[in-house]
């Protein structure tokens, strides 16, 4: 069996190293004897509707609206996902996928419909660090374990009744306040989580494929767990540091207004100058 | 120093001619080549930030340290140009590259460069920038400034510059770098600098406002093309500053070290060459320098705060081509890079500790690759230059 794996728009949505998903998809393919092909389809190309597995990156806001607008107008993501194809969506691509998404110029755009969910920025800073996602029952029942990943988004994705999220969160931000993470429709799987996530969590990659080819024989997976083990081990103790860099220059912005405010009003703190 | 006087820069800058240099890549290596150039130019001493401390307080530091007039040489992170720009009044600003690094801090590589024309729209015609052509997010940039000297310096690193920073839509790119927005029209300004020639006979030359054409053989002792364009950039400083072009040139040709970088080292019968690569594009380069030796290579991968905490980058690093050499990798986040390598087909093994990861290495002539604080940890672990002082912001 020959397996066609889409990198839909690198070039638009390919800033955090998302492409590695069609990589360690294709390799746990080629490891197990199948065959696979990956093509990837830039801005200036058309996106067919015939592959099997389509990965959707994350990037930056102008590429991603026009990514968006590209996908509505082909609407070549529709047809394969109603020909059962399984789509992978990172972050800017899991927004693209939604209802709706909010654009670098505050405007609502429409997004492709293909998940359960709307997004809306953050206001205020971005959610960036280390994350771990405890997976929802629906998917742990199919072997997939604890996720972990770096996010790095101002996003908040609110998800539709009856939308199945990846997980819930246990360490950092994910959809909105730290509580569910990405969401799931069919074969259509968003989520905030770089790294890649394949390479981050072998067990998601598995999942995936055995949408397309059924069931998989084991593979030797030390290196990929090593580092599974080593992220659920050092991901939570990096993500508080994270948060308390962050509240330090907080501080630090804070102090520094207040130092201005007197100058201001003319009351000078003795000894300074 | 800043918090009692914010304007401390721009009175340390007084009466100095300055000269600045930003950029994701080739910082550090452009800003010591300016200086022994602007210094062999002169006949002065030259005031320069060396350690990569490239954020206000050190640039602060470096010029309270120098002697008063004496010319400034500094390198300013990209994300800080902005910020200093009004405050040092450079004669001369020069912008090599933009591409994605330290993703978590400067979130979006198309944010940077915003910021950089908006700082160029506010230069007055006494500044003259030095810019990358063949980079697009840098030439955009530097389009809003008044007046500006334009270099082909090469864009090994295409995956960032392929929407156009104007309008989004496609870049496609020609021969010789030559690029051009087929939405918008946004196209490569014309050439005041170039490279000619491969090998020992690498020129360059100056033409358009530069006056020549004129050739210069540029035989340095810096490996890499990504060098060969750093002096050709300088050179387009030195000839538009009115000096003349061969003293500059001889004196750049004695760097052959920039803050440990090309440095050598040995340790448990290894004879180690240190680079430098922190980013995709920075990997393009040293893939230029080591990519034909077949020796062994030590890769060091951490991700501190000057690294950016998210090491995802290295996925766009085509490791594969390292398949078949002995390779190690080691660093504090060595399990993500094996992970990467397990699926580039590159049997490798695995040192979390530097030594031991040179000593797995050997024997002979290793290429050891290491991002920012790796680099730093290594130069400090083999009592080699400056690796003692903490590094802040992370110089390119």
């Known amino acids: ?273 | 120093m800043l918090a009692v006087d914010p304007r401390a820069l721009a009175h340390l800058a007084q009466g100095r001619q300055v000269m600045l240099v930003s950029g994701t890549n080739g910082k550090t290596t452009t800003t010591k080549l300016l200086a022994r150039a602007t210094a062999a130019a002169t006949g002065t001493e030259v005031v320069t930030n060396l350690q990569g401390a490239n954020l206000t307080t050190g640039l602060a530091a470096a010029l309270a340290a120098g002697p008063l007039g004496a010319p400034a040489v500094l390198e300013v992170d990209e994300a800080w140009l902005g910020h200093v720009l009004p405050e040092l009044r450079p004669a001369a600003l020069v912008l090599l590259n933009l591409s994605r690094d330290q993703l978590d801090r400067n979130n979006e590589v198309r944010h940077v460069a915003q910021r950089w024309r908006r700082a160029c729209e506010k230069l007055d015609g006494r500044a003259v920038v030095v810019a990358n052509a063949d980079d697009p997010l840098v030439a955009w940039a530097a389009l809003a400034a008044p007046s500006v000297v334009w270099v082909g310096a090469g864009l090994g690193w295409k995956n960032d510059a392929t929407g156009c920073p104007a309008c989004a839509g496609p870049v496609s790119f020609g021969e010789g770098g030559d690029w051009k927005c087929d939405g918008c029209g946004l196209a490569r300004p014309s050439l005041d600098m170039w490279l000619e020639g491969e090998g020992a006979e690498v020129c360059a030359v100056a033409g358009g406002r530069l006056g020549g054409p004129a050739r210069y053989v540029l035989d340095l002792a810096l490996p890499g093309r990504c060098n060969e364009a750093n002096a050709a950039t300088v050179l387009a400083v030195v000839l538009e500053s009115g000096w003349a072009g061969a003293p500059a040139l001889a004196a750049m040709r004695q760097v052959d070290e920039v803050a440990g970088r090309y440095a050598r080292a040995e340790h448990a019968g290894t004879r180690a060459r240190l680079l430098l690569a922190k980013n995709p594009a920075g990997w393009a380069e040293v893939f230029d320098m080591v990519g034909t030796s077949g020796g062994p290579v030590v890769v060091a991968i951490n991700a501190r705060t000057a690294d950016g905490h998210d090491p995802s980058w290295l996925w766009d690093v085509p490791f594969e081509g390292l398949a078949g050499r002995r390779v190690v990798a080691t660093g504090e986040r060595c399990l993500d890079l094996s992970v990467r390598l397990h699926y580039a087909g590159v049997d490798h093994a695995v040192e979390r500790d530097l030594l031991a990861a040179l000593a797995a290495a050997a024997p002979g002539e290793v290429d050891v690759v290491a991002n920012y604080t790796a680099l730093h940890q290594l130069l400090a672990v083999l009592g080699t230059g400056p690796g003692r002082r903490r590094p802040r912001g992370g110089g390119g």
């Not at chain 1, 800017?92 to 969910?117: I, K, M, W, Y």
């Not at chain 1, 074969?187 to 080819?213: F, I, S």
């Open chain 1, 1 to 273: 069996m020959s397996v066609s794996v889409a990198l839909v728009y690198p070039d638009l949505l390919g800033t955090y190293g998302d492409g590695g998903n069609a990589t360690v998809l294709a390799q746990r393919l080629r490891w197990r004897g199948y065959e696979c092909e990956v093509a990837s389809f830039g801005a200036g190309d058309a996106v067919p509707s015939s592959c099997d597995i389509y990965v959707v990156g994350g990037g930056e806001d102008l590429p991603q609206s026009l990514a968006a607008r590209k996908l509505a107008e082909s609407r070549a993501l529709h047809r394969a996902v109603d020909k059962g194809a399984v789509v992978l969506a990172i972050c800017a691509g899991l927004q693209v996928l939604g209802e709706s998404f909010v654009g670098p110029d505050g405007r609502t755009s429409a997004g492709l419909g293909l998940l359960g969910c709307t997004t809306t920025r953050v206001p205020g800073a971005r959610a960036v660090g280390e994350i771990v996602v405890e997976p929802d029952p629906a998917w742990a029942a199919l072997g997939l374990e604890s996720c972990t990943g770096f996010e790095n988004h101002g996003g908040v994705t609110r998800l539709a009744e009856g939308t199945v999220p990846v997980g819930k969160v246990s360490v950092g931000v994910g959809n909105a306040d730290g509580t569910l993470e990405g969401a799931v429709r069919g074969r259509v799987w968003g989520t905030y989580l770089h790294g890649p996530v394949l390479a981050r969590n072998p067990t998601l990659a598995d999942l995936l494929l055995t949408w397309v080819v059924g069931g998989l024989a084991p593979l030797d997976d030390s290196r990929p767990e090593a580092l599974h083990r080593e992220r659920l081990r050092n991901g939570p103790s990096e993500r508080a540091a994270g948060v308390a860099q962050v509240q330090r220059a907080v501080r630090t912005a804070g102090a520094a207004l207040e130092r201005l405010a007197r100058v201001g009003t003319g009351r000078r703190r003795p000894g300074a100058s």
